[in-house]
């Protein structure tokens, strides 16, 4: 039992390596890790403008048609 233990320590030590050597070479690849934003910068934008000229928080969300905790999280980033 303790050689398989063994082994299998080893092995996952392996896969741990392979991975993170596979996620290195991604990020300098580019490859973006994560969720994708639903909301492009312009668009970020031009929530902000349209909440500071006045329309409700949940028009503005409606038009992007994303949730209003979307349009919020624009705002305050």
């Known amino acids: 039992?303790?050689?398989?233990?063994?082994?299998?320590?080893?092995?996952?030590?392996?896969i741990i390596s392979w991975t993170n050597d596979?996620?290195?070479a991604?990020?300098?690849?580019?490859?973006t890790f994560g969720r994708p934003k639903k909301m492009r910068?312009?668009?970020q934008?031009?929530?902000r403008e349209l909440v500071k000229d006045g329309k409700s928080i949940s028009?503005?969300?409606r038009t992007f048609n994303v949730h209003p905790a979307t349009?919020?999280?624009v705002?305050?980033?």
């Open 1 to 14: 039992m303790t050689i398989f233990a063994g082994i299998a320590e080893f092995e996952r030590t392996r």
């Open 22 to 24: 596979g996620r290195v």
């Open 26 to 31: 991604a990020k300098a690849r580019g490859v």
């Open 41 to 43: 910068l312009d668009q």
């Open 45 to 47: 934008e031009l929530a």
């Open 59 to 61: 028009a503005v969300a």
């Open 71 to 73: 349009i919020y999280r």
């Open 75 to 77: 705002i305050e980033g």
